[in-house]
């Protein structure tokens, strides 16, 4: 067996407000790419000049998560249509799982990507929602 040169290699990416995109609040790079596929951390519903979390509910919360999302994802020329798989994780699942959905469906002008909604007790800075998701070309 030969050795051969690898296809890809994994980049990481860290991004300022400047970016649009909150500073980090651990230790993880906001996008990982490997070959035509982007990995987006989990964003909070912080604004990124001011570092703290917007007021209001679920469907405010996920709007800044949204504006968070594609800030970094236009760091790659992507939009939500290139979102491959989401995944939601909702502090009160049962309460906010209707109105995010309403809320989330506006993010796309395509096709849906696969989704994983999950409930959880807690989410860093106190939020109500976080969302990941991977992309590709």
Known sequence: MSESTPVSRKETFVFTPADGVPPQVGPFAHATRLGDLVFVTGQMPTDPATGAVVAGGVVEQAEQVRANLAAVLAQFGMTFDDALQVRVYLREFDQDFAAFNERYTTWFEGPLPARTTVGV??????????????AGR
Do not use: C, N, P, Q
């Open 121 to 134: 007790t807690g989410l860093a800075v106190g939020a109500l929602v976080e969302v990941d998701l991977i």
